[in-house]
Nanobody, 118 residues
Framework: QVQLVESGGGLVQPGGSLRLSCAAS????????MGWHRQAPGKQRELVAA???????NYADSVKGRFTISRDNAKNTLYLQMNSLKPEDTAVYYC????????????WGQGTQVTVSS
């Protein structure tokens, strides 16, 4: 089992940047596929970006070219660099981890609020 704790959210103006972090407990982080999801008020939670244990990434079309997901296995930490932020990026951002070979198991963080507004 892994515990995930997000940080780095906040209020930013349109066009600004934020970097989210997700710290994972335990020693098995490198064997987890990781992802960032977000949920805006009144909307379903959606995948923003994902990164496999091998480092392969994929992004939602709405964030391609603006967001970058990365991981530091030595620090047990997942990142999301968000640039050129738009008001429609406003949401609670969640970190998710899925252990290799156990696709039916998923761990979630508590979420961090990102608000893009002038």
């Amino acid at each position: 089992q892994v515990q995930l704790v997000e940080s780095g959210g906040g209020l930013v103006q349109p066009g600004g940047s934020l970097r989210l972090s997700c710290a994972a407990s335990g020693s098995m982080f490198r064997f987890y596929a990781m992802g960032w999801h977000r949920q805006a008020p009144g909307k379903q939670r959606e995948l923003v970006a994902a990164i496999g244990s091998s480092g392969i990434t994929n992004y939602a079309d709405s964030v391609k070219g603006r967001f970058t997901i990365s991981r530091d296995n030595a620090k047990n930490t997942l990142y999301l660099q968000m640039n050129s932020l738009k008001p429609e990026d406003t949401a609670v951002y969640y970190c998710k981890g899925v252990p290799l070979g156990v696709a039916t198991t998923a761990y979630w963080g508590q979420g961090t609020q990102v608000t893009v507004s002038s």
